[in-house]
Structure formats: structure tokens, C-alpha cells
């Protein structure tokens, strides 16, 4: 089998790439770290690459709010070659800001999964914290676990919104919500601080309808290790080498070979 290749694109403000590139790495794909500046330059580059990470950040500074310069420009300039490399199969993934990103873009929800964005959280600040999430797999190759994880957040404008309550309820029923916030319990929850900005549907982490373009707010590429996390020293029974954020690169790696 192939090994993967896949590409990690960084802007001003970008600060996230090398764990980014890190989780890939050892999840078993090929890297290349480019520019935005660069692929704006030679789009065709994209062919070379199966998968694309737009990692987290604060992209231009967040200027004219969270990651809406780098959409704008990605889709002045690259519009059409992401909507290409997605339906030849490509797969799209952004962290934090990156999924801001795609929100803003229109790659996320998708063509028919309604209208979205990123605002700010409920509790009106910066929310840092490590958070529960249950998984719901089948459309997304990025989750193909079925068991709760748990990774940390770092953003202010992380509250998942729909046009209104029946178009997120529309992307829950089509499996597109495939990440959602949960108490200790692994119940989904709009409670705070479990659901750290009040999201739709708990809705952590969205897909598109074809599943290959996938966006979340927690970071997994800072949980590649069990010792990232805080209680590693409380865990019960032999501690594993791996973080549970590496599944979600991992399960992707898996589906492109």
C-alpha cells in the first residue's frame, strides 16, 4: 500500500502547523508543509496530495473575525481546485481555526447541508480547557472509532450555528455531525462547561455530505501521546503510548490507502 501524502497549509498567524504535521507523521502519512502564498502560485500542486489540513491558528490575525481572510482568499483563488480535489476524492480537514475556515469558505456544511457559522461562545471569552467528545461514525473517514475521547480546546469563536433548529436537526439525521461535546456520563450536552461555547447539537466536529471535508474545534494533533494529557499520571491500568487524538488522523490514513 501507498503511503499517504498530504499537505498542510499555514498563513500569517498559523501556529499549529508542526503538531499538525507531528499527528500525521506518526499516524503513518507523508508531509509537506506549504505556504498559502505558495499554493496560490502553483494550485496544481494539490495533485500531488490526497489529503489537506488547514490547521489552527489565528490566521491573519483573526482581523476581520476568526479565519474569515484565509477563506476569502482561499476561495478567490483556490474555490474551484478544492471543490476538485474533494470530489476526486481528496480528503479536507481543518482544526480550530481551519474549520472556522471552511465554514467561511462554504466547504462546510456543504452544498446541500444548509447555512453555518462559527460565533462567539456563550460564556463571552477565551475557553481553554480538555473536553469529552462521543463519536458518531459512518460518514466520515476521520472517525471510525466508536468509543468517547478526550482532547482540549482553545478558541472564542467556537459556537456551531445553524440557520435554525431544523437544519441542524437535518445535519444530525444524515450523520454529518460526527463529533459531539459530552458530560462525564458520555451524554451529548449543551450544559457548560462540558459544551465549552453552546453549540448547536453539541456539535464538535461537522463533515459535508460526502463525508471528506471535516472540521472540529477541539485540537487532536495535541493529544497524540497519553502523557499530553494532564491526568496521565492518574490513568488506571498500563498506560498506552498513543493519545486519542491520533485516532482521528490515524482512521484517515486508513481510508486512503
Not at 477563506?71 to 476538485?84: E, I, K, S, V
Request: charged share 25%.
Amino acid at each position: 500500500m501507498s503511503t499517504p501524502r498530504v499537505i498542510v497549509l499555514r498563513a500569517p498567524g498559523t501556529n499549529c502547523d508542526e503538531e499538525t504535521i507531528a499527528a500525521w507523521q506518526l499516524a503513518g502519512a507523508e508531509v509537506e508543509t506549504w505556504h498559502v502564498n505558495r499554493l496560490f502560485e502553483e494550485p496544481r500542486g494539490l495533485g500531488r496530495f490526497q489529503a489537506l489540513t488547514i490547521p489552527g491558528g489565528f490566521s491573519y490575525g483573526d482581523d476581520l473575525g476568526a479565519g474569515r481572510i484565509l477563506a476569502t482568499r482561499l476561495n478567490h483563488a483556490l474555490g474551484d481546485a478544492l471543490q476538485g480535489f474533494r470530489d476526486r476524492g481528496g480528503l479536507i480537514a481543518g482544526i480550530c481555526n481551519g474549520f472556522q475556515v471552511l465554514v467561511r469558505c462554504g466547504l462546510l456544511p456543504g452544498a446541500d447541508g444548509g447555512r453555518a457559522t462559527l460565533t462567539n461562545n456563550d460564556s463571552g471569552r477565551f475557553e481553554a480547557r480538555w473536553i469529552r467528545l462521543v463519536p458518531r461514525p459512518g460518514l466520515s473517514p476521520f472517525v471510525d472509532f466508536d468509543d468517547p475521547i478526550e482532547l482540549p480546546v482553545a478558541h472564542g469563536e467556537g459556537k456551531f450555528l445553524t440557520a435554525d433548529e431544523a437544519s441542524a436537526a437535518a445535519l444530525d439525521d444524515r450523520g454529518q455531525i460526527v463529533l459531539k461535546y459530552a458530560d462525564e456520563r458520555g451524554t451529548p450536552t449543551q450544559d457548560y462547561p462540558a459544551n465549552p461555547n453552546g453549540s448547536s447539537l453539541a456539535a464538535a466536529a461537522v463533515c459535508d455530505t460526502t463525508g471528506r471535508v471535516f472540521g472540529l474545534m477541539p485540537h487532536p494533533e495535541r493529544h497524540v501521546r497519553a502523557i499530553d494529557h494532564p491526568r496521565w499520571t492518574r490513568h488506571a491500568g498500563p498506560l498506552p503510548e498513543d493519545g486519542q487524538g491520533l485516532r482521528i488522523f490515524r482512521s484517515a490514513v486508513a481510508a486512503l490507502k
